[in-house]
């Protein structure tokens, strides 16, 4: 996973400060200056106009085509998203990736919280606790897919070992059952991120003062309704920013399923992005492929678009006070 | 508040002392039980990987090996097959190392221009292309695959390393201003105004104050950069062609090429590999990859 995302949100509002030297910058800098920093600056603009804004713009033209093999310049209004939604492969993908992000955002949420507040404790070996709950983090998706993959294999992983220790009937082939496989996929990609809402949550922690436990303490206030009523509330800002992450990345999940189930068995454990793969490079139906992608596209802007708002209020607030 | 602050010493959990306390060893138990869940992955895939395949057959995942070989490391490096072609995973793991070089000085060197420009000149739009790149970050790749695709194919550079490394630059872009952005934003604003009035020019001033000044920043970038590059699957297998698939995309065939029995010792060595580079700058990095982590996601 990229950690793009993850820092956008929480500096958001830096994109409408005006740049700092601008008024010296302006006042004294000759023509030649200025034009320096418009050449360095070329390369982003290319970027932003060239891979973001045009080939967004594209897809969002060819989704609304009769595009097969090729685009095609025609009209097709929105036949290309009546199909797509008409199509039993898409809705299963849907559907899994709706399972999927509800079950693996609040089981990271309830993990990645335990974790952060149980270290919170004052323990011995912080670091090390620290160390271990993220370094899976550090890995791709495909080694995290593939090292479950084995875990849960029906004949030789985590089934036989029930069995040879003597639980003679044990059954783990979930990754072998329609009705299952997908929670063997979330159970993989919380190994990967649980750490991180951990890592995000602790930072939170370790910015609520000391003193409302001393006092909640001297109110008689037992520790964990202390975390529930008192901690949980004021995490706020970081569980947002957690959820909108896992969201995101919910949203993104390929690498993982491909190298874990490649969707299967059967389409178990299909979801968009492959759909949409698998369309534009295998089954050569880019139209429909246009269409399923503007469609994540705007379920992402659903999902990150109140967060940006809160938080360009919650700056605006901060910066007239 | 007085009287909170005051015995505050005598109510406050004093944990070297009550280390034995029930609710202390609830608290390790759960640590602990949290540290086995993470870890046993890693173990399992340790001691898999230098197991004889007769006795991963017969034996159980979790038991050590009874006779250590190392034959599956080797394999998985020189040998194991990709669909017909049988050169082991260093393939990609050298493909890998040049997609990441060129993609790295690329990137991070942009990231720390665009950030230096943003963040003390004024250029026209400049906010407002800012503003496009940040929602960039945010953008599922397939809605910008295909047009991608199409650009480079138009221009005879479609899957190459040229290619992929480009795509990466872009793809890199918004948190690499953002990155350098920030951290220029936060400096003293009086050692430009000073290197300004000595008549310092825009490049003068990158190279001589404002580069050796970020460093910190620099090997941050270089963090995320390293470990985002070098897992990723979808951008290498769409862009660097076939002779120049990345280590995930080698992996991925290496486990899912269906000739023959599967060879799982073979097949845990070569993911152990493919996740040495990202491991090894983690537990080296320790701190400052989850500085990487925290550069944002963590504000108020």
């Known amino acids: ?321 | 508040m007085t009287i909170a602050a005051s015995p505050g010493n005598t109510l406050s959990p004093r944990p070297r002392r009550a280390f034995f306390t029930p609710a202390r060893l609830g608290v390790y138990f759960f640590l602990v039980s949290a540290a086995l869940f993470f870890l046993l992955p890693l173990y399992v895939m340790g001691i898999t990987s230098i197991k004889p395949m007769t006795e991963i057959r017969e034996g159980n995942i979790f038991a050590l090996p009874l006779a250590i070989t190392f034959e599956p490391w080797a394999q998985a490096w020189s040998s194991a097959c990709t669909g017909l072609e049988c050169n082991g995973i260093s393939v990609g793991f050298w493909n890998s190392v040049r997609i990441l070089i060129p993609s790295l000085v690329l990137s991070v060197l942009l990231g720390s221009i665009n950030g230096y420009a943003l963040a003390y000149w004024r250029v026209k739009w400049a906010g407002w292309f800012f503003g496009v790149l940040m929602l960039g970050a945010f953008i599922p790749y397939p809605v910008m695959l295909y047009p991608l695709v199409r650009m480079f194919a138009s221009v005879n550079m479609f899957q190459s390393i040229p290619n992929i490394v480009l795509i990466h630059t872009f793809f890199g872009m918004p948190i690499m201003t953002l990155l350098f952005r920030n951290y220029y934003s936060s400096l003293p604003i009086e050692l430009f105004k000073a290197a300004r009035i000595d008549g310092g020019s825009f490049w003068r001033i990158y190279f001589q104050l404002m580069l050796p000044m970020s460093l910190p920043i620099f090997v941050v970038a270089l963090i995320l950069q390293t470990t985002g590059i070098w897992n990723d699957f979808l951008l290498g297998l769409i862009f660097a062609g076939r002779e120049n698939y990345p280590m995930t995309v080698q992996l991925n065939n290496i486990i899912n090429s269906t000739q023959g029995e599967k060879l799982y010792n073979v097949n845990m060595a070569a993911t152990l590999l493919a996740s040495m580079v990202p491991l090894v700058v983690y537990f080296v990095s320790g701190r400052w990859f989850v500085r990487g982590i925290a550069a944002g996601a963590v504000k108020g």
Request: a positive charge; charged letters at 15%.
């Open chain 1, 1 to 321: 996973m990229r950690t793009g995302p993850s820092a956008v949100l929480g500096r958001s509002e830096a994109a409408d400060a005006p740049p700092r030297g601008a008024a010296s910058a302006s006042k004294r800098g000759g023509p030649k200056t200025a034009w320096a920093a418009h050449t360095a600056l070329l390369p982003m603009g290319a970027t932003v106009l060239i891979a973001y804004v045009a080939s967004i713009l594209w897809t969002l033209r060819i989704s609304l085509s009769n595009s097969k093999m090729l685009p095609r310049n025609d009209w097709a209004g929105v036949a290309q998203y009546v199909n797509l939604f008409e199509s039993d492969r898409w809705l299963t993908a849907l559907a899994n990736i709706g399972l999927f992000g509800l079950v693996f955002i609040a089981g990271a949420v309830v993990l990645g919280f335990l974790l952060a507040v149980f270290i919170d404790q004052k323990v011995r070996l912080e670091g090390v606790f620290r160390t271990i709950y993220l370094y899976s983090f550090s890995i791709s998706f495909v080694a995290c897919g593939v090292i479950w993959q084995w875990m849960f294999n029906p004949t030789l992983g985590i089934q036989r070992s029930l069995r040879s220790w003597g639980w003679e009937s044990a059954r783990f082939d979930w990754i072998a059952t329609q009705d299952m496989a997908i929670y063997c996929v979330v159970i993989a990609v919380l190994w990967h991120s649980a750490g991180l809402v951990m890592a995000i949550l602790l930072a939170g922690l370790r910015g609520i003062d000391d003193e409302l436990w001393k006092a909640a303490r001297i109110e008689g206030v037992p520790r964990w309704r202390y975390y529930l009523n008192i901690v949980l509330p004021q995490l706020g800002p970081s569980l947002g920013t957690a959820v909108v992450l896992l969201a995101v990345s919910v949203v993104k999940l390929f690498d993982a399923v491909v190298a874990m189930t490649n969707g299967g068995p059967g389409d178990a454990t299909d979801v968009p992005t492959k759909f949409i793969i698998d369309n534009l490079f295998e089954r050569q139906n880019i139209g429909l492929a246009s269409a399923a992608s503007v469609t994540m596209l705007v379920t992402v802007v659903i999902i990150v678009a109140p967060m940006v708002y809160a938080r360009s209020r919650a700056n605006a607030a901060a910066g007239r006070a």
